[in-house]
């Protein structure tokens, strides 16, 4: 929020971090590694985003070595021009065979992949274990293969980690690859730990502890959500940054470098989405995605190695409440927002002195209304939160690589510390001591407007905000939880999904501490994008304790409910046995029920301005934490239906 521009303008920009800023790298932590398969682009392209992001290294795939048009030569000297190292040559598969024939042309094939890893820069290369029907299935065999293999590789000077992938033909388990390998017996040969491989399956990973010192050659690591699939397309098309799944990362973390382990931690991704995004976002959501979870590793384990320093990034202070809302509309649609609040009993209290900003409030309840850019119809463009640091979290979403708002403050305006959240949202940190109110101090007072006496019946004020509901682009929905959950320490939920009218829709909320700030993101299908439907420009829910009385209140008002089928209401009477006088009253005001063992939910929603931005006023009883999702078909079902005439 400030007087020269929205969240999305032209007068104020975002100021990217440096990599290495907030002195977050320490002189034993583990390097930092991701590999070339996460990313999408050209190979040039995604060293370049590594680069950025602030890596230390990156994992050379084949097929991105083989689509270049750089010889091996020629992209080590661009690696080390972007001040990288290549950590790792990958994958060599299927390197044992029942058939002798099969294990000389391997033999051969390695050769040739160990000089490729020596011009590369690398004396790494991954060796996966067997998917084959022709994979050996004796230990013993299968050590004298192995060992074979490292001959060759130590005839080279190269070293190979051999993983367990956890669809392997006959080693498909850490334990059992580091038995194999300890067989195998040879310098050249070591272990390969991915978390994914670990954790798809199941395994604990205290046996980490029991791997031979200095037998872990490297170290992946991939969070993902538990889905009820087969793990190889789960590992194909569902890995994601740790943080964005559902692993216990940091409970891995902790053993493996509990374990003495003092190579890279290198992200490795399959995922369709990421495939898809620029790969300079990614490789930022990969650094954040590490440096939040170095942070939450050792601050939760201060008894891990001495070795591994304590964490480096500013704590998260508590996000105690909301300050305000901001909502963007062209001079075109901004009269409709504030009409919209005035009916929902928000009263003008300040003109920006140096802007087009009206504050508008409702008791505690402040929405910031900018109508500076014609370019926008309405959308929730900031959100303006309270906190006793708010310095402090500023530059913890710096070192988190949050692009940091570079804006014009002018004389005697309050300075908020500000950063832009992955879809371009403002995200302002306010001081919740009195005297943090100096950003109020910036709205002169508007004229008292006379405000009708509400009915018997229709005393109901909002109490505050619920959630601010904020759409995604398609590929950006697991980045932009990631961001809120290290950034404002918010605690994500799982991942829900509702049918719409143009198909699925995800959302995911992300809590503060006791509920006070709640953050909902949602992704359309790309189906409705296509059509050239608007993804959304997100909503604001409001609380009350009565949404019965606040929707009479708004309908006074003038206001217009979404309407709701008259279905709806006869199926809510079928599941929920509900008093005929309170169901009459639920559907003369066209509020939504939900229900749930600890509570329940009441909520209506405003017909959308421009079809887009609209308000939902929610009321919350008992312990319901959800957000009423069995309704969402309804509510967007009615959204999307042609304005009345």
Same mark, same amino acid.
């Given at each position: 929020?400030?007087?020269?521009?929205?969240?999305?303008?032209?007068?104020?920009?975002?100021?990217?971090?440096?990599?290495?800023?907030?002195?977050?790298?320490?002189?034993?932590?583990?390097?930092?590694?991701?590999?070339?398969?996460?990313?999408?682009?050209?190979?040039?392209?995604?060293?370049?985003?590594?680069?950025?992001?602030?890596?230390?290294?990156?994992?050379?795939?084949?097929?991105?070595?083989?689509?270049?048009?750089?010889?091996?030569?020629?992209?080590?000297?661009?690696?080390?021009?972007?001040?990288?190292?290549?950590?790792?040559?990958?994958?060599?598969?299927?390197?044992?065979?029942?058939?002798?024939?099969?294990?000389?042309?391997?033999?051969?094939?390695?050769?040739?992949?160990?000089?490729?890893a020596?011009?590369?820069?690398?004396?790494?290369?991954?060796?996966?274990?067997?998917?084959?029907?022709?994979?050996?299935?004796?230990?013993?065999?299968?050590?004298?293969?192995?060992?074979?293999?490292?001959?060759?590789?130590?005839?080279?000077?190269?070293r190979?980690?051999?993983?367990?992938?956890?669809?392997?033909?006959?080693?498909?388990?850490?334990?059992?690859?580091?038995?194999?390998?300890?067989?195998?017996?040879?310098?050249?040969?070591?272990?390969?730990?991915?978390?994914?491989?670990?954790?798809?399956?199941?395994?604990?990973?205290?046996?980490?502890?029991?791997?031979?010192?200095?037998?872990?050659?490297?170290?992946?690591?991939?969070?993902?959500?538990?889905?009820?699939?087969?793990v190889?397309?789960?590992?194909?098309?569902?890995?994601?940054?740790?943080?964005?799944?559902?692993?216990?990362?940091?409970?891995?973390?902790?053993?493996?470098?509990?374990?003495?382990?003092?190579?890279?931690?290198?992200?490795?991704?399959?995922?369709?989405?990421?495939?898809?995004?620029?790969?300079?976002?990614?490789?930022?959501?990969g650094?954040?995605?590490?440096?939040?979870?170095?942070?939450?590793?050792?601050?939760?384990?201060?008894?891990?190695?001495?070795?591994?320093?304590?964490?480096?990034?500013?704590?998260?202070?508590?996000?105690?409440?909301?300050?305000?809302?901001?909502?963007?509309?062209?001079?075109?649609?901004?009269?409709?927002?504030?009409?919209?609040?005035?009916?929902?009993?928000?009263?003008?209290?300040?003109?920006?002195?140096?802007?087009?900003?009206?504050?508008?409030?409702?008791?505690?309840?402040r929405?910031?209304?900018?109508?500076?850019?014609?370019?926008?119809?309405?959308?929730?463009?900031?959100?303006? /939160?309270?906190?006793?640091? @708010?310095? $402090?979290? +500023?530059?913890?979403?710096? *070192?988190?690589? =949050?692009? #940091?708002?570079? !804006? &014009?403050?002018?004389?005697?305006?309050?300075?908020?510390?500000?950063?832009?959240?992955?879809?371009?949202?403002?995200?302002?940190?306010?001081?919740?001591?009195?005297?943090?109110?100096?950003?109020?101090?910036?709205?002169a007072?508007?004229?008292?407007?006379?405000?009708?006496?509400?009915?018997?019946?229709?005393?109901?004020?909002?109490?505050?905000?619920?959630?601010?509901?904020?759409?995604?682009?398609?590929?950006?929905?697991?980045?932009?939880?990631?961001?809120?959950?290290?950034?404002l320490?918010?605690?994500?939920?799982?991942?829900?999904?509702?049918?719409?009218?143009?198909?699925?829709?995800?959302?995911?909320?992300?809590?503060?501490?006791?509920?006070?700030?709640?953050?909902?993101?949602s992704?359309?299908?790309?189906?409705?994008? /296509?059509?050239?439907?608007? @993804?959304? $420009?997100g +909503?604001?829910?409001?609380? *009350?304790?009565? =949404?019965? #009385?606040?929707? !009479? &209140?708004?309908?006074?008002?003038g206001?217009r409910?979404?309407?709701v089928?008259?279905?709806?209401?006869?199926?809510?009477?079928?599941?929920?046995?509900?008093?005929?006088?309170?169901?009459?009253?639920?559907?003369?005001?066209?509020?939504?029920?939900?229900?749930?063992?600890?509570?329940?939910?009441?909520?209506?929603?405003?017909?959308?301005?421009?079809?887009e931005?609209?308000?939902?006023?929610?009321?919350?009883?008992?312990?319901?934490?959800g957000?009423?999702?069995?309704?969402?078909?309804?509510?967007?079902?009615?959204?999307?239906?042609?304005?009345?005439?």
């Amino acid at each position: 929020m400030d007087g020269g521009t929205t969240a999305h303008g032209t007068a104020a920009r975002a100021q990217a971090v440096p990599a290495g800023a907030g002195g977050f790298r320490g002189t034993h932590e583990l390097r930092t590694s991701i590999a070339t398969v996460c990313l999408a682009g050209t190979l040039d392209e995604k060293l370049r985003a590594v680069a950025a992001a602030g890596f230390d290294a990156v994992e050379v795939f084949e097929p991105d070595l083989l689509a270049s048009p750089e010889s091996p030569a020629a992209l080590r000297r661009r690696v080390e021009d972007l001040g990288l190292a290549v950590s790792l040559f990958q994958p060599f598969r299927d390197v044992d065979d029942v058939d002798p024939a099969a294990v000389a042309r391997n033999a051969h094939r390695l050769h040739r992949k160990c000089e490729l890893a020596l011009e590369l820069g690398t004396d790494l290369v991954l060796v996966c274990s067997a998917v084959h029907p022709g994979a050996v299935r004796d230990d013993a065999l299968l050590a004298e293969q192995l060992h074979a293999a490292a001959e060759v590789a130590a005839s080279h000077g190269v070293r190979l980690a051999y993983e367990a992938l956890a669809w392997g033909a006959h080693v498909s388990d850490y334990r059992h690859a580091a038995r194999v390998v300890a067989a195998a017996d040879h310098p050249a040969l070591g272990n390969c730990l991915d978390s994914f491989h670990v954790l798809s399956r199941g395994d604990d990973p205290a046996g980490i502890a029991g791997i031979a010192p200095g037998k872990v050659f490297f170290y992946q690591i991939a969070d993902a959500p538990k889905l009820s699939m087969d793990v190889l397309p789960l590992s194909r098309h569902h890995r994601c940054f740790p943080g964005q799944g559902e692993f216990d990362l940091e409970g891995f973390h902790a053993a493996v470098v509990g374990s003495g382990y003092r190579g890279p931690v290198s992200l490795e991704v399959f995922n369709d989405l990421a495939r898809q995004a620029d790969p300079a976002t990614t490789a930022v959501d990969g650094m954040r995605s590490l440096r939040h979870l170095r942070d939450r590793t050792f601050r939760h384990r201060p008894s891990l190695p001495p070795a591994s320093p304590a964490p480096s990034l500013p704590r998260a202070p508590a996000v105690r409440s909301w300050a305000f809302t901001e909502v963007s509309a062209s001079p075109a649609t901004a009269g409709a927002v504030t009409g919209l609040l005035a009916q929902l009993g928000f009263t003008c209290a300040g003109r920006h002195r140096s802007g087009p900003l009206e504050l508008w409030s409702s008791g505690d309840v402040r929405v910031v209304v900018n109508s500076r850019r014609d370019d926008v119809r309405a959308q929730v463009s900031a959100l303006g /939160l309270a906190t006793p640091h @708010p310095h $402090a979290l +500023h530059e913890r979403a710096r *070192t988190l690589l =949050a692009p #940091a708002v570079d !804006r &014009a403050v002018g004389p005697g305006e309050a300075e908020i510390p500000s950063v832009v959240a992955p879809d371009g949202t403002w995200v302002q940190f306010c001081a919740d001591e009195p005297a943090g109110d100096g950003w109020l101090a910036d709205f002169a007072p508007c004229p008292p407007a006379p405000v009708p006496a509400p009915r018997e019946g229709e005393r109901a004020a909002l109490t505050g905000v619920d959630h601010v509901a904020l759409p995604q682009r398609f590929a950006g929905f697991d980045g932009a939880a990631l961001f809120f959950t290290s950034v404002l320490g918010l605690d994500p939920s799982p991942t829900s999904v509702v049918p719409g009218p143009a198909g699925l829709v995800r959302t995911r909320a992300l809590t503060s501490a006791g509920d006070a700030v709640r953050v909902v993101l949602s992704v359309a299908p790309t189906s409705a994008m /296509l059509r050239g439907r608007p @993804p959304g $420009a997100g +909503h604001i829910a409001f609380a *009350t304790d009565d =949404a019965l #009385a606040a929707a !009479r &209140a708004f309908r006074r008002a003038g206001g217009r409910p979404l309407p709701v089928p008259g279905n709806y209401y006869d199926d809510l009477e079928a599941r929920f046995g509900l008093d005929e006088g309170f169901l009459a009253q639920l559907r003369e005001n066209s509020v939504l029920y939900d229900r749930d063992a600890d509570g329940e939910l009441l909520h209506f929603s405003t017909r959308s301005v421009s079809r887009e931005f609209f308000v939902e006023v929610v009321q919350r009883t008992g312990g319901y934490r959800g957000l009423g999702e069995a309704n969402a078909p309804v509510r967007m079902a009615a959204q999307a239906a042609p304005p009345p005439a």
